[in-house]
């Protein structure tokens, strides 16, 4: 039996060309926009460090590949027996066998130093300037400013990517899935505690350029910190599977200068008093509903869709539900605190009395409900124990 | 694979009974068994395999397209499922079956009754998966590693989706038993341990390790059961409880499970380079104890995949340490593997294209772990497509590339007929092709920060998924080619000769007609 | 057939079984359970019909499996060899269970070394979780109600030395059956089973105790979870063992096993060891400490 391998091979690697010819050839005409191919340009030492050592040990491993495999493919070439060449006998060596074992490990060695100074870096939370609680929610993520300055801000950030987009009813943004509606804010040059938490399953917060990411676990705080070299804006995504929206939960961080710094919680304290909302007030249907729209689209049609027709059986319709036409304290407390084991959220925790009061009152009186009657934030404040 | 002759005429009481179908269901025969077990992989590679198009579809361009989000965690899920535990492991059984007994001179597995039940139950166990989808609320969309507590508001999927990994552990469970008895047991005199041929070797430790592992697997996708439906806090803070004592469960039985997947595959790996070569295996004696040496060091090294989870510093370092130093023994295997074909006589038939295929990439898949596998880096990149791109690198190119070897090395024994060489090494090439246009580019997408598992991406990362997107059509379309060659060897391929491979000299070569008789070895040979 | 011929010289023939359907069977009824249960789980109706017919086929499979296989081992068609395979086979086994078991005493140890200490944490206590104290056993900071833990002097004691007492009488049984002392052999193993069956017998006291009494529940946090699923599980697989011995005594009474040759009635044993001594461990990290 002869086989014809010369041939072949021949073939394979003049299609192999072509075939990277051709990616090369998508690549460049993609690459009118670079599309990138690295890590991230570092904007914290951290994010330095990382990336000197993933280009280190791609060196080492590179040089070890070529090494390894240039033996392998000298071995194809001159050993073929298809030019004659006869097979040696030797089958083992003691002497070279302790070599290679032992070089591997020297070069781990050698690259487990510096990892090592880096990843206890990272760990050293201690001594913030400024502490932030973020916590991931079904989807979007809340911010609260807990120490230093800006200390009791507090904020949710939902992607503001209009659905049309998604849907390719409408050209695509520069920011596309990366744009949210409020963005996280923090000082050039000071270190930053994040602490992470969710509400409802595991999340997973990143910002690249900070060499940052830590998982958010619901009943857990966790951390992780950074200090910020450049002012923009950078953004990323959440990196833990949370459900249908995972891929349309965006991180935005703005670094800014410390002036800078200092007027956006001025603003941000302003804006909070503007709209503190008096749970004690009276408000009329209309006053609710037209609030209660605006909560229900930021925080409710995610899972119940803006036609309040959810995605059954996953995600129930409010349009015609029983709850929702039934007594309103049994939604007013279903709203306030979930129902545990669902993707259904206790709200209670996210919005303030008034907010829930409106929701519910626009569920209750949107699409084919038709309860008429408003429900006051006195009500829900009743209802919170 | 099917209708293997039995040229021996003897009257036997072990032919009695079934016909027709009913023989497949009945059969107690290691080598009707093996065959089940190929056709069932490869039955679910392309169910596995379509997912994963319909993952790639939607993936070709940003926005949503085809599916909707939840639709498509589905999919993700479910492909990495079936290929892990519908694909790759029985594949691997499938080559134990057929080869131990041939390769160590045993009559049959030992427990062959027991065998036919791990072999039915898969196919039970694949249905409950694929009924998942059609349950209320559609499969579970939880990712193949079911992290708590998503999963606790999945729908009745999630709990077919348990009782699948159940059925799926008892199979393998009882599979592993029945291959470690067979090689403790059942060895014809003289065939010493350390005489074995590597993929026996391979698979003492892998069935191994699946004994030790699948069970913890079940306790933990037990106690996610107990905290959907019985209200325990297991995974639930509230309670007491932690949803990332989960992950460790999950991911001290999940780690040696890439083992698992990886080991026979370096055991086929390890016969077909040297019969290539002309020259014995390079160092079998150090690549047994690599071998054991990996399957050691897989016990301890499980939180590599938790560096985000948020454990103490000395945790993140223990892990880091004791993942990078596997790269030891696995080197010693690339070493020994690359010295046996050094100095050899070397021809490139293609289970050899295959052999060499998967050493070149199942390295490069090594070498992407171990930068994974330092913490401070896998902050950048845990749960972005490069992680993507490394697993395919060692599942695909390491442990598919190696199965197809297995099948093109072993086919011309089974079925004494040849596959047709051309075509063979046509489908290696278009293989080794669209597997890196698919897969390579997702280094650089995970690099730049795409994560994985989402339906839909910014507009930065668009050029490698078109480009990942079309390669994998084209590594899909060439599958159908393998299938055709499987065929045509069955139906019509030239008769093999008794040893169609010169450099190959285990027993199952040397000492069995080809093809192998139905029955074999049923008095034991004696080995010199 | 000579316990000495193991290694040394080759046995000619290996029993190979014949083709035969109880594997599908059990496949099947396996997946009739599996779907049953996902019904009845989520409320659905129909379930327990499948359960119940799942259960009914997998009898009749074992029924006739086992039934098969005893007739093959009274046939004399196992030797030496097979002997051997199924000790391989069955130690193997006992691995994988104590696998099993070591998942769970994993997320007990976790519960206590690991979840509740973090969650009491000063930052979590802040933060989170007002006022939850690192106290064992513990129900965790979201669970209002109050419990009893359970103790272990009273029945878990009892329950300890009742276990230890079958591990004893099982191998006087043993010895009965080496030395052809067919009535020590049945009496010891009819002891045996009333040992373990009193043994369960308590333990259902035990959890009603528990239930009507001490307010803990499988509901109750991660102590609840990790009490009942580890004892709950043990207890299952007492209640396997003895059946099990159940089968062993009934093939005694009919003369089945010879003194060199009955390896049913150890492997049995061996289970019966090894749920033994899981007890012990459970008794000690569950119990008493
Ligand atoms: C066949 C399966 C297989 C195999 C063999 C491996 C092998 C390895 N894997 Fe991989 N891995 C997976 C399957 C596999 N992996 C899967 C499925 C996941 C993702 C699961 C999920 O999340 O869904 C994963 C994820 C994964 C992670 C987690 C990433 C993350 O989620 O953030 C890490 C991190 O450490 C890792 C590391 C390694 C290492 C160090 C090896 C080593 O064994 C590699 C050793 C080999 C070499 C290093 C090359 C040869 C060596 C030499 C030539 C010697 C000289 C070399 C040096 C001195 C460097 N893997
Ligand atoms: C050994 C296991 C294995 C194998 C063989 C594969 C094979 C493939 N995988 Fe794999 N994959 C996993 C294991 C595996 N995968 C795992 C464990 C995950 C993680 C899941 C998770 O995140 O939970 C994953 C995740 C995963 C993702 C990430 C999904 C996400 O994060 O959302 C992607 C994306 O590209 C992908 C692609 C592919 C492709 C294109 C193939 C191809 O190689 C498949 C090729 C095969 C076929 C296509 C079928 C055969 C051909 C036909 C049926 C003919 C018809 C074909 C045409 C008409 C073209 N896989
Ligand atoms: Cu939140 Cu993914
Ligand atoms: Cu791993």
Same mark, same amino acid.
């Given at each position: 039996m002869?086989?014809?391998?010369p041939?072949?091979?021949?073939?394979?690697l003049?299609?192999a060309?072509?075939?990277?010819?051709a990616?090369?050839?998508?690549?460049?005409?993609?690459?009118?926009?670079?599309?990138?191919?690295?890590?991230?340009?570092?904007?914290s030492?951290?994010?330095?460090?990382?990336?000197?050592l993933?280009?280190?040990?791609?060196?080492?491993?590179?040089?070890? +590949?070529?090494? =390894?495999?240039?033996?392998?493919?000298?071995a194809?070439?001159?050993?073929?027996?298809s030019t004659?060449?006869?097979?040696?006998?030797?089958?083992?060596? /003691?002497?070279?066998?302790?070599?290679?074992?032992?070089?591997?490990?020297?070069i781990?060695?050698?690259i487990?130093?510096?990892?090592?100074?880096?990843?206890?870096?990272?760990?050293?939370?201690?001594?913030?300037d400024?502490?932030?609680?973020?916590?991931?929610?079904?989807?979007k993520?809340?911010y609260?400013?807990?120490?230093?300055?800006?200390?009791?801000i507090? +904020?949710?950030?939902?992607l503001?990517?209009?659905?049309?987009?998604?849907?390719?009813?409408?050209?695509?943004?520069e920011?596309y899935?990366?744009?949210?509606?409020?963005?996280?804010v923090?000082?050039?040059?000071?270190?930053?505690r994040?602490?992470?938490t969710?509400?409802?399953?595991?999340?997973?917060?990143?910002?690249?350029?900070?060499?940052?990411k830590?998982?958010a676990?619901?009943?857990?705080?966790?951390?992780?910190?950074?200090?910020?070299?450049?002012t923009?804006?950078?953004?990323?995504?959440?990196?833990?599977?949370c459900?249908k929206?995972?891929?349309?939960?965006?991180?935005?961080v703005?670094?800014?200068?410390?002036?800078? *710094?200092?007027?956006?919680?001025a603003?941000?304290?302003?804006i909070?008093?503007?709209?503190?909302?008096?749970?004690n007030?009276?408000?009329?249907?209309?006053?609710?509903?037209a609030?209660?729209?605006?909560v229900?689209?930021?925080?409710c049609?995610?899972?119940?869709q803006?036609?309040?027709?959810?995605?059954?059986?996953?995600?129930?319709?409010?349009?015609?539900?029983?709850?929702?036409?039934?007594?309103?304290?049994v939604?007013?407390?279903?709203?306030?605190?979930?129902?545990?084991?669902?993707?259904?959220?206790?709200?209670?925790?996210?919005?303030?009395?008034?907010?829930?009061?409106?929701?519910?009152?626009?569920t209750?009186?949107a699409?084919?409900n038709?309860?008429?009657?408003?429900?006051?934030?006195?009500?829900?404040?009743a209802?919170?124990? | 694979?099917?209708a293997?002759?039995?040229?021996?005429?003897?009257?036997?009481?072990h032919?009695?009974?079934y016909?027709?179908?009913?023989?497949?269901?009945?059969?107690?025969?290691?080598?009707?068994?093996g065959t089940?077990?190929?056709w069932?992989?490869?039955?679910?590679?392309?169910?596995?395999? =379509?997912?994963?198009?319909?993952?790639r579809?939607e993936? +070709?361009?940003?926005? !949503?397209?085809?599916?909707?989000?939840d639709?498509?965690?589905?999919?993700?899920?479910?492909?990495?499922?079936?290929?892990?535990?519908?694909?790759?492991?029985?594949?691997?059984v499938?080559?134990a079956?057929?080869?131990?007994?041939?390769?160590?001179?045993?009559?049959?597995?030992?427990?062959?009754?027991?065998?036919n039940w791990?072999f039915?139950? !898969?196919?039970?166990a694949?249905?409950?998966?694929?009924l998942?989808?059609?349950?209320?609320?559609?499969?579970?969309?939880?990712?193949?590693?079911?992290?708590?507590?998503?999963?606790?508001?999945?729908?009745?999927?999630?709990?077919?989706?348990?009782?699948?990994?159940?059925?799926l552990?008892?199979?393998?469970?009882?599979?592993s038993?029945?291959?470690?008895?067979?090689i403790?047991?059942m060895?014809?005199?003289?065939m010493?341990?350390?005489r074995?041929?590597?993929?026996?070797?391979?698979?003492?430790?892998?069935?191994?390790?699946?004994?030790a592992?699948?069970?913890?697997?079940?306790?933990?996708?037990t106690?996610?059961?107990a905290?959907?439906?019985?209200?325990t806090s297991?995974?639930?803070?509230?309670?007491?409880?932690?949803?990332?004592?989960?992950?460790?469960?999950?991911?001290?039985?999940?780690?040696?499970?890439?083992y698992?997947?990886?080991?026979?595959?370096?055991?086929?790996?390890s016969?077909?380079?040297?019969?290539?070569s002309?020259?014995?295996?390079?160092?079998?004696?150090?690549?047994v104890?690599a071998?054991?040496?990996?399957?050691?060091?897989?016990f301890?090294?499980?939180?590599?995949?938790?560096?985000?989870?948020?454990?103490?510093?000395?945790?993140?370092?223990?892990?880091m *340490?004791?993942?990078?130093l596997?790269?030891?023994? /696995?080197?010693?295997?690339?070493?020994?593997?690359?010295a046996?074909?050094w100095?050899?006589?070397?021809?490139?038939?293609?289970?050899?294209?295959?052999a060499?295929?998967?050493?070149?990439?199942?390295?490069?898949?090594?070498?992407?772990?171990?930068?994974?596998?330092?913490?401070?880096?896998d902050?950048?990149l845990?749960?972005?497509?490069y992680?993507?791109?490394?697993f395919?690198y060692?599942?695909?190119?390491?442990?598919?590339?190696?199965?197809?070897?297995?099948?093109?090395f072993?086919?011309p024994?089974?079925?004494?007929?040849?596959?047709?060489?051309t075509?063979?090494?046509?489908?290696?090439?278009?293989?080794?092709?669209?597997?890196n246009?698919?897969?390579?580019?997702?280094?650089?997408?995970?690099?730049a920060?795409?994560?994985?598992?989402?339906?839909d991406?910014?507009?930065?990362?668009?050029?490698?998924?078109k480009?990942?997107?079309?390669?994998?059509?084209?590594?899909?379309?060439?599958?159908?080619?393998?299938?055709y060659?499987?065929?045509?060897?069955?139906?019509?391929?030239?008769?093999?000769?008794?040893r169609?491979?010169?450099?190959?000299?285990?027993i199952?070569?040397?000492m069995?007609p080809?093809?192998?008789?139905?029955?074999?070895?049923?008095?034991?040979?004696?080995?010199? | 057939?000579?316990?000495?011929? *193991?290694?040394?010289t080759?046995?000619?023939? *290996?029993?190979v079984?014949?083709?035969?359907?109880?594997?599908?069977?059990?496949?099947?009824a396996?997946?009739?359970?599996a779907?049953?249960?996902?019904?009845?789980?989520?409320?659905?109706?129909?379930?327990?019909?499948?359960?119940?017919?799942?259960?009914?086929?997998?009898?009749y499979?074992?029924?006739?499996?086992?039934?098969?296989?005893?007739r093959?081992?009274?046939?004399?068609?196992?030797?030496a060899r097979?002997?051997?395979s199924?000790r391989?086979?069955?130690?193997?086994?006992?691995?994988?269970?104590?696998m099993?078991?070591?998942?769970?005493?994993?997320?007990l140890?976790?519960?206590?070394v690991?979840?509740?200490?973090?969650?009491?944490?000063?930052?979590?206590?802040?933060?989170l979780?007002?006022?939850?104290?690192?106290?064992w056993?513990?129900?965790?900071?979201?669970?209002?109600?109050k419990?009893?833990?359970?103790?272990?002097?009273?029945?878990?004691?009892?329950?300890?030395?009742?276990?230890?007492?079958?591990?004893?009488?099982?191998?006087?049984?043993?010895?009965?059956?080496?030395?052809n002392?067919?009535?020590?052999?049945n009496?010891?193993?009819?002891?045996?089973?009333?040992?373990?069956?009193?043994?369960?017998g308590?333990?259902?006291?035990?959890?009603?105790?528990?239930?009507?009494?001490?307010?803990l529940k499988?509901? /109750?946090?991660?102590y609840?979870?990790?009490?009942?699923?580890l004892t709950?599980?043990?207890?299952f697989?007492?209640?396997?063992?003895?059946?099990?011995?159940?089968?062993?005594?009934?093939?005694?009474?009919?003369?089945?096993?010879?003194?060199d040759h009955h390896?049913?009635?150890?492997?049995?044993a061996?289970?019966?060891?090894?749920?033994?001594?899981?007890?012990?461990?459970?008794? =000690?990290?569950?119990?008493?400490l």
């Amino acid at each position: 039996m002869r086989f014809v391998w010369p041939r072949i091979t021949v073939s394979g690697l003049l299609i192999a060309m072509l075939a990277g010819g051709a990616a090369a050839a998508a690549l460049a005409s993609g690459a009118a926009e670079a599309a990138p191919w690295n890590l991230q340009p570092a904007a914290s030492k951290i994010a330095a460090d990382i990336h000197g050592l993933h280009e280190y040990v791609m060196l080492l491993v590179t040089v070890i +590949f070529v090494g =390894v495999f240039a033996f392998m493919f000298w071995a194809i070439y001159a050993h073929r027996k298809s030019t004659g060449h006869k097979a040696a006998h030797f089958h083992e060596n /003691t002497t070279i066998e302790v070599i290679w074992t032992v070089i591997p490990l020297v070069i781990l060695v050698v690259i487990a130093w510096p990892v090592t100074k880096t990843v206890i870096a990272q760990k050293n939370t201690a001594n913030p300037d400024i502490t932030v609680k973020v916590t991931g929610y079904q989807w979007k993520w809340g911010y609260d400013y807990v120490k230093g300055e800006g200390e009791g801000i507090s +904020f949710v950030s939902t992607l503001s990517t209009p659905r049309d987009q998604i849907e390719g009813r409408a050209p695509k943004g520069e920011h596309y899935l990366l744009e949210v509606d409020n963005e996280m804010v923090v000082p050039i040059g000071k270190k930053v505690r994040v602490l992470t938490t969710a509400a409802d399953v595991i999340h997973s917060w990143w910002v690249p350029v900070f060499g940052a990411k830590q998982d958010a676990i619901p009943g857990f705080i966790r951390d992780l910190w950074f200090k910020a070299e450049k002012t923009g804006t950078f953004r990323s995504q959440c990196v833990e599977l949370c459900g249908k929206d995972h891929g349309f939960m965006p991180i935005v961080v703005r670094v800014v200068s410390a002036d800078d *710094y200092t007027r956006w919680v001025a603003e941000q304290k302003k804006i909070s008093a503007a709209i503190a909302d008096d749970p004690n007030k009276s408000y009329a249907l209309d006053e609710l509903k037209a609030r209660g729209e605006k909560v229900y689209a930021a925080n409710c049609v995610a899972c119940h869709q803006s036609t309040g027709k959810g995605v059954p059986p996953a995600f129930p319709a409010l349009d015609g539900s029983k709850i929702v036409n039934g007594p309103k304290s049994v939604q007013m407390a279903l709203v306030l605190n979930g129902k545990p084991g669902t993707a259904m959220a206790a709200f209670g925790t996210q919005l303030n009395d008034l907010e829930l009061a409106a929701v519910v009152t626009f569920t209750r009186n949107a699409w084919g409900n038709r309860a008429g009657e408003a429900i006051q934030p006195s009500e829900v404040k009743a209802l919170r124990k | 694979m099917s209708a293997v002759l039995d040229d021996h005429g003897h009257a036997h009481d072990h032919h009695g009974g079934y016909g027709g179908i009913m023989r497949w269901i009945t059969t107690t025969n290691h080598k009707d068994i093996g065959t089940l077990y190929l056709w069932f992989s490869f039955v679910m590679f392309m169910v596995g395999g =379509v997912m994963a198009l319909v993952i790639r579809a939607e993936l +070709f361009e940003p926005g !949503l397209q085809f599916v909707n989000p939840d639709f498509f965690n589905q999919m993700t899920t479910m492909h990495g499922l079936i290929m892990v535990f519908g694909a790759i492991m029985p594949a691997f059984v499938g080559f134990a079956n057929w080869q131990i007994p041939m390769m160590i001179g045993a009559p049959d597995m030992a427990f062959a009754r027991l065998n036919n039940w791990s072999f039915w139950i !898969l196919p039970f166990a694949a249905s409950l998966l694929v009924l998942s989808f059609f349950m209320p609320g559609g499969a579970p969309g939880v990712g193949w590693t079911m992290y708590a507590p998503l999963t606790v508001q999945m729908g009745m999927g999630m709990d077919l989706t348990i009782f699948a990994v159940h059925l799926l552990g008892m199979s393998s469970i009882m599979g592993s038993i029945n291959i470690l008895t067979t090689i403790l047991n059942m060895r014809a005199p003289g065939m010493t341990l350390m005489r074995m041929p590597m993929f026996v070797w391979t698979w003492l430790i892998t069935a191994y390790l699946l004994v030790a592992t699948m069970p913890v697997l079940a306790g933990a996708v037990t106690m996610t059961l107990a905290d959907r439906h019985f209200g325990t806090s297991f995974f639930n803070a509230a309670g007491g409880g932690d949803p990332v004592l989960y992950q460790h469960i999950f991911w001290f039985f999940g780690h040696p499970e890439v083992y698992i997947i990886a080991l026979p595959a370096f055991g086929v790996v390890s016969q077909v380079i040297p019969a290539f070569s002309r020259k014995p295996l390079f160092g079998y004696a150090s690549m047994v104890s690599a071998t054991t040496g990996i399957a050691i060091l897989s016990f301890i090294v499980w939180a590599h995949h938790m560096y985000t989870v948020g454990m103490p510093v000395t945790g993140q370092l223990f892990f880091m *340490y004791a993942t990078a130093l596997i790269a030891v023994p /696995t080197g010693v295997k690339v070493f020994n593997w690359v010295a046996t074909m050094w100095k050899g006589s070397l021809s490139f038939e293609t289970p050899m294209l295959f052999a060499i295929g998967f050493l070149f990439l199942f390295t490069m898949g090594g070498f992407s772990g171990l930068v994974l596998s330092l913490a401070a880096v896998d902050i950048q990149l845990h749960d972005t497509y490069y992680v993507v791109a490394h697993f395919h690198y060692v599942m695909v190119a390491g442990a598919l590339f190696a199965a197809f070897a297995g099948v093109y090395f072993w086919l011309p024994k089974w079925i004494g007929r040849m596959y047709d060489e051309t075509l063979g090494q046509w489908h290696f090439w278009l293989t080794m092709i669209f597997f890196n246009v698919t897969f390579f580019v997702q280094h650089f997408a995970g690099l730049a920060g795409m994560p994985r598992r989402i339906p839909d991406y910014p507009l930065m990362f668009e050029t490698w998924n078109k480009i990942s997107s079309i390669g994998a059509f084209g590594f899909g379309l060439s599958q159908l080619l393998f299938l055709y060659i499987v065929l045509k060897a069955i139906r019509s391929g030239e008769r093999a000769p008794q040893r169609p491979w010169e450099g190959a000299d285990s027993i199952d070569w040397t000492m069995l007609p080809t093809p192998a008789p139905y029955h074999t070895f049923e008095t034991p040979p004696l080995i010199k | 057939m000579a316990q000495t011929a *193991y290694s040394s010289t080759p046995q000619q023939h *290996y029993h190979v079984p014949q083709p035969m359907p109880w594997p599908i069977m059990g496949s099947a009824a396996l997946f009739l359970m599996a779907l049953g249960a996902t019904f009845v789980f989520n409320d659905s109706s129909g379930g327990w019909i499948s359960i119940a017919f799942g259960f009914m086929i997998l009898l009749y499979m074992m029924f006739r499996w086992f039934g098969d296989v005893i007739r093959e081992s009274e046939g004399g068609k196992y030797g030496a060899r097979e002997d051997l395979s199924f000790r391989w086979g069955m130690s193997w086994f006992i691995l994988s269970e104590v696998m099993f078991f070591f998942g769970f005493f994993g997320a007990l140890f976790w519960a206590r070394v690991m979840s509740v200490p973090d969650l009491s944490s000063l930052l979590h206590n802040e933060m989170l979780w007002p006022g939850f104290k690192d106290l064992w056993p513990s129900a965790g900071p979201g669970f209002a109600e109050k419990f009893t833990p359970m103790g272990a002097w009273g029945v878990p004691a009892i329950n300890t030395l009742l276990l230890l007492s079958s591990g004893i009488t099982l191998t006087y049984a043993h010895w009965g059956l080496v030395n052809n002392q067919r009535g020590k052999l049945n009496l010891f193993l009819f002891l045996t089973i009333v040992l373990g069956a009193t043994f369960l017998g308590f333990q259902i006291y035990e959890y009603g105790h528990a239930y009507s009494e001490l307010n803990l529940k499988l509901t /109750t946090g991660v102590y609840g979870s990790t009490f009942f699923m580890l004892t709950g599980f043990h207890g299952f697989h007492v209640s396997l063992g003895a059946i099990m011995l159940t089968v062993i005594l009934i093939r005694c009474l009919s003369g089945h096993f010879k003194s060199d040759h009955h390896f049913a009635f150890e492997a049995v044993a061996w289970y019966w060891h090894f749920v033994d001594v899981v007890w012990l461990l459970l008794f =000690v990290v569950v119990y008493w400490l």
